[in-house]
């Protein structure tokens, strides 16, 4: 679904036996209107029931959301929430492991699950017809978890071992080091969403089940993307309400942090490396922002696709990626920019000076008529394909629970981003990118790296957690 361009030139090559062929690219047509699938909301049994009516269709998704994100976590156990919920189908009151497992793939059903800083949840593609059944193995899991003390430790050693492996590769302790500039050494949100090694380590069985009784025995919210005429929903709210009377309060908010007065760089030192891990960015605004499409559509340009300028600049001319992006990620209560590569060390500071650039660009002069042309219809054309299955809906119904959007905000976001103009997505690259207050943090080999950041006048400072 794409934006109407005046028609090619026809493209002309010839075939291995002398053969012409010609081929004239599709002209685009104008895009027709997205309408979100009608959305219904139920009580029942103390929790709510919010659905999307996919009529036809034979297959569906229901998942449960449950306010126990990272934020939820106490200091020094972080990676609990993950753990926990990873756990929920690793055993429960009436099945084991395996049995579970095969009790979901009889039904012809896949497990989802998904956390973030403020919830998790849990779901099943599944067909429609199997539905009560599905979200009555989703019921078992998430009330009636077995926690054993095996179960637990087999878990977490598994845990451990990805951990080990995640934190010897590059980019992660850069990733550690940029959050914790962005949001303090005392936020949650300064630490990564999964933990550490050390974090996880602490974990024990009694802190697993001690979490889940806090945080994940309220009734939290059930959402189901389905054919609705063949499901009743008020016999799957009370499968997976009944019982539930837990806390559902939201987490505190970490408190905010000012930005620095000028752009710092902080270099996590990775000796003998051959790459630099590039993050360069600061805060940014919630989900809840207006300018979310206007933000979404400055960001196609300027690092959201392989044509952006940030990949353009730093692969194409200048060589010294194979690639570079950028984008906002949009919490509840606060965002980030980021842009993000790994370059050849010898070029991390020409590449540094590059990158900011060309966020200083886009906010001084924004977007040409023909880049947001193409990123607008980029982003029409590709946004109603991540809707096309009941799991893609059931997303979009989540984002909806977590943030409190209303239930036709997809088909307005859809309909804003028709409406865009340039000026749009300019004024918003003003408003939200400040390239005087970039925070630069570089994973590398110091000794090489610092001396040349420092050579294009970068303040420079050794990371130390």
Known sequence: MTLGHPAPEPLADTLPDGELLVATRPVGTTPRPYAFPAVRRLRVAGGEIVAAHLPGRALAWAGLVLEAGALHEPAGLEGLARVTGGLLDEGTAHYTADAFALAVEGLGAR??????????????????AELPRGVALLAEAVRRP???DDDVERFLADVAGSLKHTWAQPGTRGQEAYRRRLFGEESRYGRLLDGSPASNAAVTADDIRAF????????????????????????????????????????EAPPAVEDPSHVRVFVVDRPDAVQSVLRIGHTGPPRSTPDLVAIDLFTEVLGGSFTSRLNHTLREVKGYTYGAGAGFAHGRRVGTFTVASSVH???????????????????????????????????????PIRLQTPRGIGARLREAVVHGL????????????????????????????????????????????????????????????
Request: zero cysteines; glycine letters at 6%; aromatic letters at 4%.
């Open 406 to 465: 209303p239930d036709d905000h997809v088909t307005r976001e859809y309909a804003e981003i028709a409406a865009a103009e340039p000026a749009d997505a300019n004024r918003a690259a003003r408003a939200h990118l400040r390239p005087d207050a970039l925070t630069v943090v570089v994973e590398g080999d110091a000794a090489r790296v610092v001396p040349d950041l420092e050579a294009k006048g970068f303040d420079v400072r050794r990371d130390a957690p």
């Open 212 to 251: 889940h009784a806090r945080r994940m025995t309220a009734p939290g919210t059930l959402l189901v993307a389905a054919d609705l005429d063949a499901v009743d929903l008020a016999a799957l709210g009370e499968e997976v309400f009944a019982g539930a009377d837990g806390p559902d309060d939201r987490a």
């Open 146 to 148: 077995a926690f054993t």
């Open 111 to 128: 497990w989802t699950w998904a956390h973030d800083w403020e919830t998790q949840g849990v779901g099943v593609d599944i067909p429609v």
């Open 345 to 383: 060390t010898e070029v991390t500071a020409d590449a540094v000076a590059d990158a900011l650039d060309e966020v200083r660009r886009m906010h001084e002069s924004g977007v040409t008529d023909e880049e947001f042309t193409a990123a607008r219809a980029h982003v029409l054309g590709s946004m």
